[in-house]
Each structure stands twice: as C-alpha cells, then as structure tokens.
C-alpha cells in the first residue's frame, strides 16, 4: 500500500494457537497491521462488517460456518475485502470452491513467512486497487437512475482486455484463459471473447463443446438482448467464466464483420467487469475492431528473436493504431533463466518496463492445456500459477490508474 498506509489484516481461525502464531509472523511486518481476530466464520462476518479489512486471512474448516461460505459472505458485503484462504488440505477441489466463492489466494498450512507476507501484499495491492476503482466509478454511476437488467449496475462499464502477439504460438490463449479465471468472481463477472474467428480455441481450452459461437450472435449484434447472449454464451462451470467462442470452420469467419465485433463488445461491457479478448496474431478487420475497444493491451513475447522483433515492430505501430503506450503491459511468456535475453534486457530496449514475467513450466502448463482444465484451477502454488495471479494484479492495477487519471483529467 502506497503513501504509507498500512495493509489491514483480519485473521479468522477458531484455534486460538493458530491465530497467536499468525499474529506473531506478521507483527515486525512495517506496513502491516493485524486489526483483529476472529474465532469463527459467523464472528469473521461481523468484523469484517465493523472493521472493513483490506485482507482476511480465512481458515477453511471451522465448526459454525466454513471458510468458503464465509468468504462468500463477506465478498458480498465490502466487495474490495481480498480473502486469502489458508488449510491443511490442499485438494484442488477446495482451491476451485474456494475461488469461485471470491478468495484470492490459497496458502497451506503451515505458511512461511515469505509466503504468508507475499501473499498478503499481493492481496493488499488489490485491495487497494479496488477501492480507487471504486471510487471512481461510483460518482459517475451516482445521478443516472436505475440499472441495466441482470448486468452491470447505475450505467457502468466493464473493462476490455485484449492478450496480443504478433508472433504466433508465444501462450496468448493460456494466458487469457488463466488470467480470467484469476480476475472471475462474484463482484466482478469476466467474460472471454474469442476473435481468433478462423482457428480459435478458446472453448478447447476448457475442454467446451461449441454450441452456439460468434456466427450465432454476429448476425443480432444490432439488436443483442441479454437472454440471447446468455443462451449463446458457454458457461465454465468449474471457474464461473463465460466465453464467446469463435466459429467452428475456418470459412465461416467470412461472416463475421469488424461492425459485429464492436457492436458485441460494447454490448458485453455492460454485462461483465472484465472482457478477455484472445484473438490471432494477424491484424484482421476482426482483431482491428477490437483493439480499437480494447481499455489495457497485454502484449506477450517470448525469449526469442523473431518474438521480440515483431513485438517491436508493433510497438512502433501504436501511433498509427491510436493506442496510448501506457495501455500497453509487456508480458514475457514462457520466461527460462538459461536465456540470456531477459525482462531487464527486454525493458531497456523496449523503454518500457516488462512488470510480468511468466516462467516455463511445460510439465504444468502442457497436461492442463491437453486436458482442458486451466493450470490455474489445479494449484494456485506454482510459480507459473503466482506469475498469473500476479499478472491479474497488475492488470487492476494498471486498470485502476487509467482511471484515476482520466477522472482527474475530467
């Protein structure tokens, strides 16, 4: 937290030991600060309700109300709360639960330190980020008077997100993928738009059987209602997400005009927080439309030449695509410690810093990919799983202070 303000923690835990123990980890923490301690998911409810905590730290077995259920609660009532949820047991499903129900990180008993603080500011980073974001929104929605049905409410606009490569094969579909899971939950729905519209593979991703894509919608974009949305639209059960796949033949995008995309977008900020754009690497009418939508570019490149000089050579291509640079985040995929090319080198290059580095971890992220469940949904522990999380939290942030800043220009 910046200008000095401390990251307020609440810990809930019904072993009295545990919270001590937890309490002593984070005391010689500066910019921490413990503001209280409950016994039990109901007692955590309360606090949380009396002490608006930037972070929770949730024991997931309790005996009145379990950690998941608790944390539900508690999204619902300060919606900037970060849980981090801490437990013995690290089974996937609980991680799944757990995320669905709106925490932002899963740490296993015991914690280190270094887990426990990293965690913590992570989470406290949001916290903050989205505070500011509220803030900003909530007096342009003050005045306007009712609220869209079953979307975004009093007028408000959810935030367009494209994962770009000029390059082919450097992860972009991966990266989307997790990084919409990371950013889903009840406060903020997100949705993934598929406008790689000869090739896409948004929907394999999450091992999704197209019903109804693009083509389906494409044609009603100038008069889209929520309930046709909503029928063509796949719902992830298992992350809560919705995607808009691409056409299941190469031919059929042909019929997919550049107007059907914005007119899409548009409509679907009003129904999510967060629309994830994956998209090709070839500069269609399609994917042009869509960046001209786009609020934050996530530019990704890899270690290898040709990778970095076609990133370049799309940088030297923001003036003419109307893009502001500082809506543009570099993301290094795929990131080998062995290869001399790194972020440092990368930014100094680039004059722009790489703020997200994702590693290699191809015996994670290849079996998640061949099975169709996202690496992020199995174990938020790995690295590659953190480098995302952490991504998520740059994208807020950024997100955040784009919109600061347009406020204050206003």
């Known amino acids: 937290m910046s200008n000095g303000e401390k990251i307020r923690v609440l810990i809930v835990d019904d072993i009295a030991e545990t919270r001590e123990n937890v309490r002593k980890l984070l005391q010689f923490e500066s910019d921490i600060e413990v503001v209280g301690a409950a016994r039990s998911g109901r007692e955590a409810i309360d606090l949380s309700k009396e002490l608006t905590p930037d972070v929770v730290l949730m024991d997931i077995n309790m005996p009145d109300m379990d950690g998941i259920t608790a944390t539900e609660k508690i999204k619902k009532i300060i ?11 690290s089974d996937p499903n609980y991680m799944r639960r757990a995320m669905l129900a709106g925490a932002r990180d899963f740490l296993a008993k015991p ?32 005045g306007r008077g009712g609220s869209s049905t079953g979307g975004l409410g009093g007028g408000a606009e959810g935030n367009i997100i494209m994962v770009y490569s000029p390059k082919g094969g450097t992860g972009c579909t991966t990266i989307a993928m ?11 729905p997100v949705a993934v738009v598929d406008t790689n519209l000869q090739f896409g593979d948004a929907a394999v991703f999450l091992n999704e059987q197209v019903r109804y ?44 005009t550049a107007e059907h995309v914005t007119n899409i977008l548009r409509f679907m900020r ?10 090709s690497s070839t500069l269609t009418d399609a994917v042009l439309a869509a960046m001209d939508e786009t609020d934050l570019l996530l530019l990704v490149l890899n270690q290898d030449i040709p990778s970095i000089k076609s990133a370049r050579i799309f940088i030297d291509l923001l003036d003419v695509l109307k893009i502001e640079r500082q809506r543009v985040v570099l993301v290094m995929n795929k990131f080998d410690k062995r290869i001399a090319i790194t972020p440092e080198r990368v930014a100094e290059s680039f004059k722009q810093e790489v703020p997200a580095v994702i590693p290699l971890e191809e015996k994670i992220v290849v079996p998640a990919v061949n099975r169709g469940i996202p690496f992020i949904l199995k174990d938020k522990s790995r690295p590659v799983a953190r480098s995302i999380l952490s991504l998520a939290e740059t994208v807020r942030q950024t997100i955040s202070t784009l919109q600061v800043n347009e406020h204050n220009v206003v």
């Open 270 to 279: 009003r129904r999510f927080s967060y629309i994830i754009v994956d998209t």
């Open 79 to 89: 919606s900037y709360s970060q849980i981090v949820i801490l437990s013995v047991q």
């Open 111 to 142: 914690p280190t330190v270094d887990e426990l603080t990293s965690a913590i500011r992570r989470a406290g980073s949001m916290a903050k980020s989205e505070k500011a974001m509220t803030a900003v929104v909530a007096p342009a929605q003050a």
């Open 213 to 256: 894509s693009f083509l389906d919608i494409a044609t009603k974009a100038d008069e889209l209602d929520p309930d046709l949305l909503e029928e063509v639209l796949i719902n992830h059960a298992a992350s809560g997400i919705r995607v808009l796949a691409a056409p299941p033949r190469p031919e059929y995008a042909e019929n997919v």
């Open 178 to 188: 997790n990084l919409a899971i990371s950013l889903h939950n009840s406060d903020t």
